[in-house]
């Protein structure tokens, strides 16, 4: 495997919430790779261990065994202070719930990404693929879930980052909102070369994804390269 | 991928510095309160420190500009130059050397006189027995011969015959003979030798005499102390005290100080018209005339006298208006201190005050040195003045440190200064705390938001600035526009204020350092550090607590159990506990309210007590104190009047580090009808003693205690036991059997100073009253009080009650915010807003009421506690007071103020949108 290949590692992760008799054990030795550039979705149902992964993988939660590997850097090794450096240069994040700033309007939300860069993507482009540049000066309040959502999309990549983490971005909006989405993401994927790993428990997402991990009780049941992958806009579900 | 398609773009500005603004305008309303209440308290406070500073230094220039003294004394007559010379020099009279010499000198004269008058008699009469036994002999010689010559001769021709030759003899032979054996016996060693002995037994009494009563002397004034000279230079500064009146205004009656021409001492700023050049015009002091409403043009009637008031001017020595220094309290509002031409002041009818004014040859370097000179300087005047020729007396000494006329306004300056500081800190202590919670509940509001940012690689310390941003540029903006204001509205303000109280010189607005400091920098510090912990304590959480909005640090387990009441009940107490921490700030709010309020009702309130009571608090209605108690022809003065019975009186120090407070003792008749004392007391020795209530009170002293009082110019200290507490609290007084008094002072067995009677004495010649003490002059400090504070209290109370409803619309807004989600909900669920603000509101409004209850109590507590510090640097006392009618406003002013807040909080939950529950939920 090329180091290419292997940009993003995992060996062996163990993770646990608790202790004693109500330890529960959440994720119990996982190994995968990722390569750089990939569109990565982590499949399983409730419970199975994929946001805690996504978390642990962001830097915002802390592993109990195994090792992370990014980029050649062990996420094990740092400290707070250098988590949250890494964070601010390498990660993009995008949740379910959209979380903006509600007093700032869609541009300042996404520049409160850019800032975070020092060589951030141009603004008003990214206004116009997320095809938001219309609706910049609105307030998220005026925005519906999916423009929300593309506002949050908008704020993790204007850094730019080398990976982006999404979870569940579609599970709060409906059937053609979801696909708008997802068509962003790829096109997002396409165009800046980014990492992509979003959890979801869509199964009909794996189609579109370069890779596919499926986790049921915090182990790794598949991890399948898709070769036939189909495009966003061909999903149905 | 294409890196060429990819365009770059610039790094933005911190978008979280725009959002400070946005927030400030999204929520106006809120930080439009906490501004103008920090502009008040900040322009206030800067207001009071600009003033102050500028007051203070205008008064310091003063003492140089103005020429003002460093003490003056007063004496019973026009001092000779000689004794001017002496008491100049600064040096302490050898009195011993003095006295003796003029005792010796005195005695010697009347010794020999009296040596010589015992000499003359003994000699005269050794002379005159000579003579007769000459005489008899030559007589009964002749009659030997008659007798032999058969002639008969009877004793009594015998006794007629020698008389006769005895004065024939003493015609002839006496003087020469007295003269001759005069100057025998004068020039003999006996003579001289008794003569020295006389003298020198007078000698010897002469100097015990001396050297007892020196001693005594010494001892009261600490004289063996040995110091280098204080020299001064002496300034007559005479003045003459008469009644004042002003035509036209028949209800008036004052009394006025009339100095003659200032020229090198003690001078004037006159702050309107001019100083007088005729005799019939007068400038008086400024403070007093807008008192008494006197305007330049009227005419003032000195005794009988009229003058017209040219001037208005405030005198360097007379900034506060002190008519004697123990007074307990200045009077602005009767008493007058004014300045005539050199013929104006000879118009006046009335004795001149041989009043002297000095300044140090060798100014002190500082307090403590100017109170050792005045100490060796006093030693200095009191010898001296003792060896006067003219047998002067001092009737006053006051050095200028210690005159109330000069110093009690720039203390007063200095208090308020450091009083409204505490007020400011405190306040914006509150105000931080406010924007604390607030920010605590925006945090929880937030947490998504920050858990997505600090996801995305936002650091704490970028947070923490941000959130810290508002109230820091709130405070800041508070505190420019507060500063401008202190420099402009509010100096003007206080300056009023302290004008309205004192005679104060004009003066120089001054940039001031401190001002800036305490109302800029203070206030930025405190509500930076008191955020900066709050805030950053809650930023400790890690991003995924915030995305997960686990924010408490120790999450409750289990729900607490609650009785069964009915569902609102429970569903009101569940609000209740939810909001715990804001309900203790909101009771921390209206404890600081409450307090403020405490002074703001109970000052008035109190003064105006004692106005009222202070008559029937009297033991006697009229007390007037003899100059004398024997007439011109030795007969004890009486009087007539019915009830009137005789009662000694003196004044003793208790001396402490704060305030050395004028006790009155008094003496009384076993059987008083004024002063009823427990019978069994008069059976007590001499060491027991009554003291007023207000002693009790004011020194916590208990019957049992031991108090210790002193002589004011004496080292000479008085301890007794307490037997008793008198129900007096006009003033601070010991009471105790009149003949125990005269046995204490030395005085003799029927001593008594005047005369105790609840009908006016009018029948004993003013002539033999040294003073007469009237309610009017008790409520004296009380009607000064309320004049120079009082008028402000009412508004006060407003400003109170503005600040009460700005709190409680502070923090009723952050409880209504924080359960914004839930409020939503149980619309949703269909309540009504009646029934939702029922269950949001009566929770408030129960803890606003019964926190009302404690923080009163709390208020008038701490209040009390900060009245009695109070007046330990005062003269006097009384209790802070506060009537149920007092606690009843209090609890109305705070509590129209959370209705009308209540009304507003209403409409907020009304507008809660149904949606918003939706929206947010996660």
Known sequence: ?237 | MDEQTIKRGKRPKNPLNRRIWKDLRRDWKRYLMIFAMLVVTIGFVSGMYVSNNSMLHSLDDGVTKFHREDGHFRLSGKADADTLKGIASGEMADVPAVFRERAYEEADTEVEDAVRDTVTGEVEQQVKDAIRTQVEAAVDAQLAQAAAMGVPVTDADRESAVEEAYQTALDENYDKARSEALEQAFDSDDYQGALSDAIKEAHAEIDKEIDEKYQELSDRFNLDEKFDPVPVTIYELFYKDRDETIPGKSGYKGGIRVYAPREEIDLYDILDGRAPETETEIIIDRMHADNASIQIGDTLTVGKVDYTVVGLASFVDYTTLYEKNTDTMFDALTFDVAMVTAEGFDRIHANTRANYAFTYDDPPADAYEEKEMSEHFLKAFITQTAISEKELEIEDYVPAYLNNAITFAPNDLGSDKAMGGVLLYVLIGVMAFIFAVTISTTLEQEASVIGTLRASGYTRGELLRYYMGTPLLVVLLAAVVGNILGYTVFKNVVVGMYYNSYSLPGYVTLWTPEAFIRTTIVPIVLMLVINFFVISSKLRLTPLQFLRHDLKKTRRKKAVRLPRFKFFGRFRLRVFLQNLPNYLMLFVGITFVMLLLSMAVGMPETLQFYQNRLPEMMFAEDQVILSDTEDEDGEPITTDTEGAERYAVTSLERQSDVYNEEISVYGVQPDSAYVTLDAAFFDTDDSEVYISQAYAEKFDVKAGDTIVLSEKYEHRDYTWKVYGIFDYSAGIAVFMDNAQFNRIFDKDEDYFSGYLSDVPITDIDEQYIAAEITSEDMTKLARQLDHSMGAYMLYFQYACMIVAAILLYLLTKIIIEKNERAISMVKILGYETGEIASLYLIPTALVVFFSEFLAMYLGYTLMSVFWKAMMMSLGGWFAFVMSPEGFVREFVLVFAAYLVISILDFLRIRRIPKVLALKNME
């Open chain 1, 1 to 237: 495997m090329t180091d290419t290949e292997k940009f993003l590692e995992v060996r062996g992760l163990q993770k646990s919430f608790g202790s004693g008799d109500t330890r529960q054990d959440v994720l119990r030795g996982l190994d995968f790779t990722v390569a750089k550039g990939e569109f990565c979705v982590l499949l399983g149902p409730s419970g199975s261990g994929k946001s805690t992964l996504l978390n642990i993988l962001g830097g915002i939660d802390s592993v109990d065994g195994g090792e992370i590997i990014i980029d050649g850097d062990k996420l094990a090794d740092m400290d707070e202070k250098s988590l949250t450096r890494y964070r601010r240069k390498h990660l993009g994040y995008v949740f379910q719930m959209y979380n903006l700033i509600p007093n700032l309007n869609v541009k300042e939300n996404i520049e409160t990404g850019a800032y975070l860069s020092d060589d951030p993507l141009d603004i008003d482009e990214l206004l116009k693929i997320l095809g938001l540049f219309e609706h910049r000066y609105k307030l998220p309040n005026q925005l519906s879930g999916g423009q929300q959502q593309r506002v949050s999309i908008g704020r993790a990549i204007v850094k730019n980052p080398d990976i982006l983490l999404c979870d569940e971005p579609t599970g709060a909006l409906d059937y053609n909102t979801s696909k708008e989405i997802l068509q962003l993401i790829e096109e997002v994927n396409q165009k800046y070369g980014n990492t992509i790993i979003m959890v979801t428990h869509n199964e009909a997402i794996k189609l579109m994804a370069d890779h596919v991990i499926k986790l049921r009780d915090g182990r790794i049941r598949h991890d399948d390269r898709n070769t036939s992958k189909i495009t966003a806009k061909e999903l149905e579900w």
